[in-house]
């Protein structure tokens, strides 16, 4: 749709002529953005950026400060501050115009279009983008729920939980044991749980190096599985215990009171508990009904719902085809979007999506590793077309500018994002 | 400023380190670098490489693409194209560009900062 005074006119009337809907700006198309990371931060800047002013921007983000999952591994492993991670909403309002709006949503009216804050605050949109994340699918593991993660962390969405996980690992007993319970594909940012189990061991190995690490993992394998191993082989010999599905890995139950782990029936006592538990889209999705099962449909062109043509969703909360979970994708998903519906509401030109991803990994000091890919939209699915893989055995030389790279990254994307 | 296709060897060893090794010598035919880009679509392009190379310019780890001379950009990325240049990532993005959307991005980019 080519956005002129008429389709203004003609649709949005009704819901501008509604008391409560805050529209400021009126006479101008209305793009609501749900959730300020790595997929909807992206998508307000470009559009915001690119329409020079045409389109009204709204992000909504509950945090004042986003702290990215993204190296949040190398704050545990002592690489980097929690400051590092950490990113404010300032550019965005002050620099692109974005009316950044720190509350949640509540609710999406997609008949009557409109976003409902917990605040009370109701905004009308034309296009709505919901990039909210993921959240923990319940009863996943049994013994765990949301009240029991200050003594067993997830550390899967990071600022205080990651701070606390830090806190509980430096506080080990000498000898002690950190367990992690990885969670089932699909979930967020694959080679995640065994980056994060390399930083713990990095840190264990300096401060406290007679200390093991259990992982009970429901897969048979992993992202990237050839290079932990080897890594872990190398780095931090007889440390760690990695149980797969075939030994019951994905058979376990905590008791959080006890701080106990029973793997396959077999009970352990442990002094750190990380768990991970099976993921879904962030609850706003399932509220706004764009989901089927945990995750939301989406046409691989433009990232828009299967169920309304109206709503985009990106990153991990959508179910789009091969590409993995993680900030590098959400954040290409969201130009694709972003172009798309730039298009739609002001008739600039529309170019055909481009996807790729990389994920580096950081396993000891200097050794990074990478794993990356380049994917195509086609009818069905965003289909993967071309990836490589860091290899085992390279040299240290490599391996140093690996992880140099993967710094460039992150202040790349986080420029990408917030700038 | 152009190019004939034997200045690719200099600059892609010049700016990447060692070339490939048993590959044969690059080319570039002089009418890739004649290609007028549009930078409009460079704009759309550009962002497949803004996830990683900063629109500021500046450079950590990741190297600088703002403010370079067309003809220099459109033979680095043909040099990876043509796995001259040797890192994986690059060798993938440059791999599926065609010679337009090269010249669309060296248009974009030169302008930037
Ligand atoms: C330990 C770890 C390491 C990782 N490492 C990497 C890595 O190296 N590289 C990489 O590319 N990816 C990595 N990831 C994955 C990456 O963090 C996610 O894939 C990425 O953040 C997804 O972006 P998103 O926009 O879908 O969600 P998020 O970035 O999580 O953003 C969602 C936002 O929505 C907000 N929100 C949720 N619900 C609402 C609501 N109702 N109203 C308003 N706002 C709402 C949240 O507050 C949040 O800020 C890692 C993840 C973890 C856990």
């Known amino acids: ?419 | 400023m152009r190019r004939a296709g034997f200045a690719l060897t200099a600059l892609a060893t010049a700016l990447a380190g060692s070339p490939v090794t048993g590959n044969e010598a690059p080319s570039l035919d002089p009418a890739i670098l004649a290609i007028e880009g549009d930078a409009e679509w460079g704009a759309y392009l550009a962002g497949e490489c803004l996830t990683c190379h900063r629109a500021d310019g500046l450079a950590e780890g990741i190297p600088r693409i703002t403010g370079w001379e067309p003809d220099d950009f459109v033979t680095a990325m043909h040099a990876y194209k043509q796995n001259w240049r040797t890192h994986p990532i690059m060798q993938m993005v440059a791999g599926r560009l065609s010679d337009e959307e090269i010249a669309a991005l060296a248009a974009y980019f030169k302008d930037l900062e």
């Open chain 1, 1 to 419: 749709m080519t956005w002129n005074r008429r389709t203004f006119l003609g649709t949005g009337a009704a819901v501008v002529a509604a008391p409560h809907v805050l529209a400021e700006g009126q006479g101008k198309p209305r793009v609501v953005v749900i959730g300020g990371g790595a997929g909807g931060a992206t998508a307000a800047r470009y559009i915001a950026k690119d329409s020079e002013g045409m389109i009204d921007v709204t992000l909504i983000e509950p945090t004042r400060t986003y702290f990215s999952c993204f190296f949040s591994n190398l704050y545990l492993g002592g690489f980097k501050a929690i400051d590092d991670i950490g990113h404010t909403y300032g550019a965005l309002a002050a620099a692109h115009g974005i009316n950044v709006v720190h509350d949640w949503a509540v609710d999406v009216d997609r008949a009557g279009r409109t976003v409902t804050l917990a605040g009370g605050g109701v905004l009308g949109y034309d296009k709505l983008i919901l990039s909210p994340g993921i959240d923990f699918v319940d009863g996943a593991v049994e013994g765990w729920d949301i009240s029991a993660q200050n003594r067993m962390p997830h550390a899967y969405k990071a600022g205080s939980q990651t701070e606390l996980l830090k806190a509980q690992i430096a506080a080990m007993p000498e000898g002690g044991t950190y367990a992690m319970v990885a969670p089932p594909n699909p979930y967020r940012c694959p080679p995640g749980p065994y980056e994060r189990i390399s930083m713990v061991a990095h840190v264990l190995k300096a401060s406290n190096p007679t200390a093991k690490i259990i992982v009970a993992d429901p897969k048979p394998k992993f992202s990237k599985m050839a290079l932990f191993e080897e890594g872990w082989a190398n780095h931090y010999p007889g440390m760690i215990d990695w149980i797969g599905e075939e030994f019951g890995g994905g058979n376990v139950s905590v008791d959080p009171g006890a701080m106990t782990l029973t793997i396959d029936g077999d009970e352990t006592a442990v002094d750190v508990c990380n768990v991970i538990p099976a993921m879904k889209a962030g609850r706003i999705a399932e509220i706004a009904g764009v989901t089927d099962g945990n995750w939301a449909p989406v046409n691989a062109a433009d990232m828009s719902s299967k169920a309304d043509p109206d709503v985009h969703v990106l990153g991990d909360a959508s179910q789009q085809g091969d590409m993995p979970k993680s900030a590098f994708s959400a954040n290409s998903q969201a130009k694709a979007c972003a172009n798309a519906v730039r298009g739609a509401l002001t008739g600039s030109k529309v170019f055909s999506p481009r996807y790729s991803n990389t994920c580096w990994s950081l396993i000891a000091a200097g050794d990074g590793v990478k794993v990356g890919a380049t994917y195509e939209a086609t009818e069905e699915k965003i289909a993967r077309v071309d990836g490589f893989i860091s290899q085992p055995g390279e040299s240290a030389e490599l391996r140093q500018a690996t992880y140099e790279e993967s710094e460039g990254w992150y202040a790349g994307i986080i420029a990408d994002m917030f700038g």
